[in-house]
C-alpha cells in the first residue's frame, strides 16, 4: 500500500483495498482455517499449509496466480524501498544516491540503481546462504509482525498528532491491537536462531548507517550556521588582508540561502584575493516536474551594491536538465543584469529603502527568453548590422586598449531610465563576463574535535568520512566544467 501512494490516488487505493484485496485475504485465511478445523490431524505437520488446502485439480492454477502475486509482492517491496530512501535522503537521514524521476505527471515513481543493487545482493545471499524455504519463512515472518507493531506504535501518533483525538483512545488501541500482534512477535522470537535474525542484522545495519549520517550532517550543517561570516566582517578585514579584485566572475556554491559560507573567508584568508563580481550560487531542487523558466532564478544584493556580490538562488524541478554550460552561465549574467537595471525589490516587489544595509531581498527572474523586453547579452560573433539598426535598444559596451578574448554586450530597453549607479554596476559586470568565469566548489573534510568522545571519533572521523566518500556528490559538483572549476578543501572539526 506504501508503494501504491507513489503511484496511485489515496481514493483508486481505497477502492480496490476494500472491495477486492480485503475479501481475498478474508476468504483465503478463512478457507485454510476451515480446512485445518478438519484436518488437523496429520503425520507430518510440515504438510500442513497453504497448497494442501486448495484441491488437486486447483493446484496448478493457484500455483501460477501464487506465482504471479509473488511477482508483484515483490515490485511493490522494492518500489516501497525506493520511495522510503527517497524520503530519507530528503530529510538528510540517509548517504545521497543517484535518484531518477520515471515519470514527469506522478512525483512517487522513483528508480535509485544503488538500492535496486543492494536488494538483489541481499536477495541473493539470502536465498543461497538459507537454501531451506523454512528459514526463508521464519524471517519472512519476524519482519511481518514487526512492521504490524511497529506501524500500530506510529498510528497511535496519527490518532493525537494529526487527528487530534484524545490520548485515552490512543492507548486503548495500542493495548488492543498490540497486544495481539505482540503475542505474534513473542512466537516468531522463539525461531530467532533459525533465519529469524536475518531482518533483524539487516535493519541494524541500516539503522546504523543512518544514525551516523544523519548525526554527521547536523553537526557539518551547524558548524555552517555558526561559522557563517555577515558581509560587514569581509569588508572590515579586506584592507588589513590586503584583498585584491581580479578581473572575472566567481561563482561560490553553497548549500546555505543567507550568509556567507565559512569556505570563502577560508579561501580569502589563505588567498587574499576573489573575483571582481562574487556570485554565491545555491542549488535548489523542489518537489515538481519542471520550474518554469519565469521563475528559475532568484537574484539579490549582499551588501552595498557598489562591492558587486550578489546571491542567486537557482531552482530545478526532479525533471529539469542540469547543465552549467555556456547557455547557464549567460542566463545567469542576463538574469542579473535585469535585477540590477530594475532596482531591488523583495519577493513583494516593494523597493528596498536603503541600499547600504546588509539585507539580502530576493527577486525573482526567469531566463533571457522569457524577459525579452528586458536585457539581452549578446557576442560579437552573434551580432549582425541589419538587426542593430533597425533595434529600439541601446547599446553598452565597453572599450580596452587590448582586444579581449570575448566581447560582451547589453541591450537595455530605452524605458524606463536606469539609474547612474545601475549603469556602472553593468559596466562592472560586463567587463568581469568578459574575462571569464570561474566555479568555486567547497569541499568539506569533517573531524571530530579534540576532547570529543571516543564514540564520537569513531562516528565522525571513520563512519561518517567513510559514508561520504562512498555517497554520491552534491548534484552542482557533476555538472560544473572542470577546466574553469576551483576546489577549496576546509577541515571542519565539530
Not at 511493490?76 to 524501498?81: E, R, S
Not at 540590477?340 to 527568453?369: Q, S
Not at 551580432?383 to 529600439?392: I, P
Not at 569513531?458 to 576546489?487: K, M, Q, W
Request: hydrophobic share 45%; proline share 4%; glycine share 6%.
Amino acid at each position: 500500500m506504501f508503494a501504491d501512494l507513489g503511484h496511485f490516488s489515496q481514493l483508486s487505493i481505497k477502492i480496490a483495498f476494500t472491495s477486492l484485496v480485503y475479501p481475498s485475504l478474508v476468504l483465503a485465511y478463512m478457507g485454510q482455517a476451515a480446512y485445518l478445523s478438519r484436518h488437523h490431524v496429520m503425520e507430518n505437520d510440515y504438510q500442513i499449509g497453504f497448497y494442501v488446502s486448495v484441491p488437486d485439480k486447483l493446484r496448478w492454477p493457484v500455483l501460477v496466480i501464487a506465482v504471479l502475486a509473488a511477482v508483484v509482492a515483490s515490485q511493490a517491496a522494492i518500489t516501497g524501498t525506493f520511495s522510503i530512501i527517497k524520503q530519507c535522503c530528503a530529510l538528510g537521514c540517509f548517504p545521497r544516491v543517484k535518484i531518477v524521476h520515471t515519470s514527469s505527471k506522478i512525483h512517487g515513481q522513483v528508480y535509485i540503481p544503488e538500492i535496486n543493487w543492494t536488494l538483489m545482493i541481499l536477495c541473493l545471499a539470502v536465498t543461497i546462504g538459507f537454501r531451506d524455504t523454512k528459514r526463508l519463512g521464519n524471517a519472512a515472518g519476524l519482519a511481518v509482525i514487526t512492521v504490524m507493531l511497529v506501524t500500530t506504535c506510529l498510528m497511535s501518533l496519527v490518532i493525537v498528532l494529526c487527528w487530534h483525538q484524545n490520548v485515552l483512545l490512543a492507548v486503548c488501541f495500542v493495548i488492543f491491537f498490540g497486544t495481539i500482534e505482540a503475542l505474534y512477535f513473542s512466537a516468531s522470537l522463539i525461531r530467532f536462531f533459525e533465519g529469524a535474525w536475518v531482518p533483524i542484522a539487516i535493519s541494524l545495519v541500516f539503522m546504523i548507517v543512518m544514525c551516523i549520517w544523519h548525526y554527521g550532517s547536523l553537526k557539518k550543517y551547524e558548524f555552517d550556521v555558526q561559522n557563517k561570516v555577515s558581509i560587514d566582517w569581509l569588508l572590515s578585514v579586506g584592507p588589513s588582508l590586503g584583498i585584491v579584485r581580479v578581473r572575472g566572475i566567481g561563482l561560490i556554491y553553497t548549500e546555505l540561502v543567507s550568509g556567507i559560507p565559512a569556505i570563502f573567508p577560508h579561501f580569502v584568508t589563505n588567498f587574499p584575493a576573489f573575483h571582481q563580481v562574487l556570485v554565491f550560487i545555491c542549488v535548489k531542487s523542489v518537489p515538481i516536474p519542471h520550474v518554469r523558466h519565469e521563475e528559475r532564478f532568484l537574484v539579490g544584493h549582499i551588501g552595498p551594491r557598489e562591492h558587486h556580490l550578489y546571491r542567486c538562488i537557482v531552482r530545478y524541478g526532479y525533471r529539469d536538465a542540469r547543465k552549467d554550460d555556456l547557455q547557464f552561465e549567460n542566463d545567469l549574467v542576463c538574469s542579473i543584469a535585469e535585477f540590477i537595471r530594475t532596482g531591488k525589490r523583495g519577493l513583494n516587489g516593494n523597493a528596498a529603502e536603503d541600499l547600504t544595509k546588509d539585507l539580502e531581498d530576493m527577486t525573482v527572474l526567469g531566463t533571457p527568453n522569457t524577459h525579452i523586453s528586458g536585457v539581452q547579452l549578446y557576442e560579437d560573433n552573434e551580432l549582425n548590422s541589419e538587426s542593430v539598426g533597425t533595434s529600439k535598444l541601446r547599446e553598452m559596451h565597453t572599450t580596452h586598449k587590448t582586444k579581449p578574448k570575448k566581447r560582451v554586450r547589453f541591450f537595455i530597453p530605452e524605458s524606463p531610465k536606469i539609474e547612474r549607479n545601475a549603469r556602472e554596476e553593468l559596466r562592472e559586470l560586463m567587463e568581469a563576463s568578459e574575462a571569464g568565469i570561474a566555479y568555486i566548489l567547497g569541499h568539506s573534510y569533517v573531524r571530530a574535535k579534540q576532547g570529543s568522545s571516543f564514540l564520537k571519533r569513531i562516528v565522525i572521523n571513520f563512519g561518517y568520512d567513510f559514508l561520504t566518500r562512498s555517497s554520491r556528490p552534491p548534484c552542482y559538483a557533476l555538472t560544473v566544467p572542470h577546466a574553469s572549476t576551483i576546489e577549496v578543501g576546509m577541515v571542519y572539526h565539530v
